[in-house]
């Protein structure tokens, strides 16, 4: 069996792992840092306008090869392991929660607290900020100020979205462009925007953040080391301690042939899903429920938020197709009175091309030519189509769960995970209030410019999920400590989305890298070169 030492070993490759092997690499020049990724590195940047126009020519995916064919499971949703994970797919959208988030049982008596303070978190906000050069306006809401500016002035409105700005605020609501992950100008090796309007999908300059590029800063002058297309299977536990003295990697080509990955310190940066599985099945006689769960919480607490998604049609003339991945915020219902029946969520207003798409065939099915094709599209494009959005936040309980599912395995014979959230009692007993009062702040909105609400879509899923290895101050009910720390093995570490207690009711990607960056000090600190 093949060994690779280390001082660092990080396991995933993500936006989590990029953020801690670069801090790492500045906070200890010389530190040995080794990466561990499952999926491949798509070392392929000039080949990506021509992924993103054959992705819109003939609906291929833009990402070829990125991700393991049997490495799936249920309740997932994103399949992505590749080197730069799941924010090789991100639209780039960078909120913030806020402190409500971190006191909700203080508060309000529901959930957890998280087990440090806003200011504290805040402070890796704004360097979180910067390092994905994010582009934002201070809020409107004083609650939300901040310590520092944004590195770069909010992403310029389109036509439609400052239309769609001066109707939604007849709503007597607030409201902000949503700060992006993207650069207006070069920055940190990548292009600018050229607004190709596809950033959940691909982004051909390189302007929204994606991890691989750090990666590649890193692993070129061999700040790290980078082991793409290698799953780590198993953590090893030392015969005598509780402490992690290697981790069983199998590379795609060598399935036969493992290699041993020998470190000081590992830290286990996989995600939402893929963190809680490696500790599940790293099973021993000693912890026979998993590594860092003689509590029994890994898995548990699995969570994210709901979101509410409607369509209104409006009197307001907007022109279809203008920059339709950007999108404006409100933060109004982020804070919710302790005396008035609880509720939180975020408010988002995107410009709609909904029933407004040139057709060649007429409802009745005749087929239109010429000159009938534009007067068709002319007669539809009247008024706004407008996409309206609520993030809800709603709480795990205990069962809501990342298991091992013994009837889908991978190559390895290893069981796939198994996701299945579920509400803790306050927030089902909520539920039809909570939709109540976000169709109302819908309708109100609609109706200000004569306006109605032409359909609503509910989502099946949690968005922005986390979970599964929470923080907190107390062994018996937490995985980790605020620094991602496990209770039960001091040399091993969780980051990013995996410690969070509860999913806020907005996009989670900057806490997830704020969090990462606050425990790569603490990594920092506890290894020794």
């Known amino acids: ?172 609501l607030k409201w902000s462009p949503l700060p992006m992950a993207r650069n207006l100008k070069p920055f940190g090796g990548r292009g600018s925007c050229c607004l190709f309007d596809t950033c959940g999908t691909v982004c051909p300059s390189g302007a929204r953040y994606s991890p691989d590029f750090t990666f590649r800063q890193l692993a070129e002058p061999k700040k790290i080391a980078l082991h793409d297309r290698t799953l780590v299977r198993r953590l090893v536990l030392d015969e005598k301690t509780d402490r992690i003295v290697s981790a069983t990697g199998y590379h795609q080509d060598r399935p036969d042939d493992p290699t041993q990955y020998r470190a000081k310190l590992f830290v286990v940066a996989s995600g939402y899903t893929w963190s809680a599985h490696l500790l599940l099945l790293s099973a021993t006689a000693r912890f026979p429920n998993g590594l860092a769960n003689k509590a029994g919480m890994v898995g548990r607490y699995m969570n994210g938020h709901r979101f509410i998604q409607a369509r209104a049609e409006i009197d307001e003339q907007t022109w279809p197709g203008q920059n339709m991945t950007h999108s404006l ?134 968005d922005h999920p986390g979970g599964g290895c929470r923080m907190g101050t107390d062994p018996a009910t937490s995985v980790v400590d605020s620094w991602g720390r496990t209770h039960d093995h001091e040399n091993l570490f969780v980051v990013g989305a995996p410690t969070t207690p509860t999913g806020g009711c907005t996009n989670g990607t900057l806490t997830f890298v704020a969090l990462t960056l606050r425990s790569a000090e603490e990594i920092a600190r506890s290894v020794r070169v």
């Open 329 to 462: 915020i409100s933060r109004e219902f982020f804070r919710c009175p302790t005396d008035k029946p609880f509720v939180r969520h975020d408010t988002r207003v995107w410009e709609s091309s909904a029933g407004r798409d040139p057709r060649l065939r007429s409802p009745q099915g005749r087929l239109l030519v010429g000159d009938e094709v534009f007067e068709d599209w002319r007669s539809r494009t009247k008024g706004s189509s407008v996409r309206l959005r609520a993030y809800l936040d709603v709480h795990p309980s205990a069962d809501s769960r990342l298991t091992l599912d013994p009837s889908k395995k991978n190559r390895y014979g290893d069981p796939m995970p198994k996701i299945e959230h579920r509400f803790d009692e306050a927030t089902l007993a909520r539920t039809a209030a909570d939709e109540t009062h976000v169709m109302s702040v819908f309708e109100k909105m609609a109706k200000a410019s004569h306006g109605k609400i032409a359909g609503r879509n509910d989502g099946d899923y949690l």
């Open 1 to 172: 069996m093949a060994t690779h030492d280390t001082d660092v070993c990080i396991i995933g490759g993500g936006i989590s792992s990029a953020m801690l092997a670069e801090k790492l690499a500045e906070l200890k020049p010389g530190l040995q840092i080794t990466v561990v990724e499952a999926g491949r590195a798509i070392d392929d940047v000039r080949n990506r306008g021509q992924y993103r126009q054959r992705a819109m020519e003939y609906g291929e995916h833009p990402w070829p090869g990125d991700y393991i064919e049997d490495q799936q499971g249920q309740g997932l949703i994103s399949m992505t392991m590749a080197v730069g994970g799941l924010a090789l797919h991100w639209g780039g959208a960078c909120n913030r929660f806020s402190e409500e988030d971190l006191r909700l049982k203080s508060l309000y008596g529901l959930a957890a607290d998280w087990p440090l303070e806003w200011k504290e978190l805040e402070k890796y906000y704004c360097e979180a900020e910067r390092r994905l050069n994010v582009s934002g306006d201070p809020s409107p809401y004083p609650q939300d100020a901040r310590s520092e500016p944004y590195p770069q002035p909010a992403t310029p409105l389109s036509y439609n979205l400052q239309t769609l700005k001066g109707w939604a605020e007849q709503s007597g």
